[in-house]
């Protein structure tokens, strides 16, 4: 049971560029979510998925798109990268949203946009 | 709008000794509260959560948590700490039903050996 899995672990672009991260869970999870890490801002909602082919915004969304094909899959594409998304992202899952299911966390995906 | 508070960005205590760090919240309802710890490069992993009944909670690795309502608080706790507590720690808050998940800025805890 790898829980929640994401790749890559770093990654390195130049303004511009686009990248998807993948964000993979076999625990059979309804509920997905796409977080960044800032320093000093805890983790900000970026999209959620309450189950496949379903998506939303969460707190900033903006410059970021996601797609939720298959139930155990959750993507989440920069079309144009920017400075201001240098950040680590985190992808979770919960078996349903809020209430008293805690969210199972991936180890996260540095990326650094040059 | 919820909103969680954690007031201190890094709370410094000596192997053996108790610890607490704090975190306050703000919701238009009951809310269900959760502390999560971070290890250096690693993603955030459950440590406990408050969801109705008893105010003290217990969780993973030794460590409880007291939700005070009349103060809206829900800090975290442990009677002795262990340097390989050292982590980030984050509070967080949503209400029942889909609610989004609001988490504080975190603290850093450091256990002095």
């Known amino acids: 049971n790898a829980g929640v899995t994401q790749t890559p672990k770093f990654r390195v672009l130049k303004t511009g560029q686009s990248m998807t991260l993948l964000c993979a869970q076999d625990m059979n999870h309804e509920y997905m979510y796409w977080y960044r890490q800032d320093p000093g801002m805890g983790l900000r909602l970026i999209h959620y998925s309450v189950g496949e082919g379903t998506t939303a915004k969460g707190e900033v969304p903006d410059g970021y798109n996601v797609s939720r094909l298959k139930k155990q899959n959750f993507l989440l594409g920069l079309e144009s990268a920017a400075p201001s998304q240098t950040s680590v992202y985190f992808c979770a899952s919960s078996y349903r949203a809020g209430g008293h299911n805690e969210q199972f966390f991936g180890p996260g995906t540095r990326l650094t946009v040059l | 709008a919820q909103s969680v508070a954690q007031p201190e960005d890094q709370v410094n205590v000596a192997e053996g000794n108790p610890l607490t760090v704090k975190c306050t919240y703000s919701v238009s309802g009951n809310p269900y509260l959760f502390w999560y710890v971070q290890y250096p490069n690693r993603g955030l992993q459950f440590l406990l959560k408050?969801?109705?009944?008893?105010?003290l909670v217990k969780g993973s690795y030794g460590f409880e948590a007291e939700f005070n309502k009349s103060q809206t608080s829900f800090h975290l706790k442990k009677p002795s700490a262990l340097v390989s507590d050292s982590a980030l720690y984050f509070c967080a808050v949503t209400l029942g039903g889909y609610q989004k998940v609001t988490f504080g800025t975190g603290t850093k805890l450091q256990v002095i050996p």
């Open positions: 408050y969801i109705t009944g008893d105010n």
